[in-house]
């Protein structure tokens, strides 16, 4: 087991766990590549780089930083968190890692998918949290709207509520072989009168449901969270000045967090999020 382990190898995630090693703490940080430094093409406002730095040369840097404090870097999909008996379980595809704290830097995803009606139902049919509101859905009609191993999770913890599951694709390709029903028809609109009753696919034909989860691309920050019970405020996690949750041991920092989005407030929460996992580990010894 790790002391703390730190989800996300941008700024935020990679000063957290600088933080937190150099506090005598043991660190994992487990990153899935994928970074909003990455699409950067030129940093120019960030201190110290006098000619300014590309987006990707900073992302790798922080990376290299990290490993060279002989922390353990891993590149590893995390899709669900769970707390159990005040041990953190980290799932990723390979393996399911405990940690004492955990720091959540995912930065932020838009979560919501361009398709028409999508915002309409929100809260009405429309939901981001299978585990959260699955229960509403008993023995219902439900689809998952993605293609990726989020999708496929959330798919899971559904299919012994409700009574089907389809994957819809909205026109991308499935990642992997998988027992649910998959239709990769683009979808044209979501329809219902007062809550979601069908989804309509460009071709014009309509699929009759009670419900449609989106868990799109991987799973971001405030999915965990959600699932964790964490507060948000909007599609931010809600945190005190010391970049804690609602839930001890667990904490965020960065772009998740909202506010600033840039790499000074990700670096300035890292730190502060690394060192009061520290704190909080040592306490709880
Ligand atoms: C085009 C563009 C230009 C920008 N220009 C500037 C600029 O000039 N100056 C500036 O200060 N800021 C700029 N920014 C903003 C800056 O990039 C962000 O504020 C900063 O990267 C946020 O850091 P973060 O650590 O919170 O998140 P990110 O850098 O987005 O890092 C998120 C990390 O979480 C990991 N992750 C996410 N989900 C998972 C998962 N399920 N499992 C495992 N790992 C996961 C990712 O792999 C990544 O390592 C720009 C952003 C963009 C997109």
Redesign the pocket.
Known sequence: MVDVLV???????ISAALYAKRAGASVTV????????E????????YGFENGID?KSL?QAGINQAKNLEIDVKQ????NIKKENEIFIIE?DNYNYEAKAVII?????KLRPNIKGVLDFEGKGISYCAICDGFFYRKKDVVVIGNGKFAIKEADDLKNIVNSVTILTNGEEIVDNISYTVDTRKIKEIHGENKVSSIEFEDGNKMQVDGAFIAIG????TDFAKKLGVMLKGDSIDVDENMKTNIDGLYS????NGGL??????TYE?AKAGLAAVQYVKKNK
Do not use: M, R, W
């Open positions: 989800i996300g190898a941008g700024p935020a995630g487990l990153y899935n590549g994928e970074s909003n430094l699409k950067a093409h030129k940093i120019d406002n960030y987006g992302y590893e999909e995390v899709f990723t830097a995912t930065g932020n995803k991987e799973a971001g920050g920092c960065g772009n998740v989005l840039q790499v000074c407030k990700a890292g």
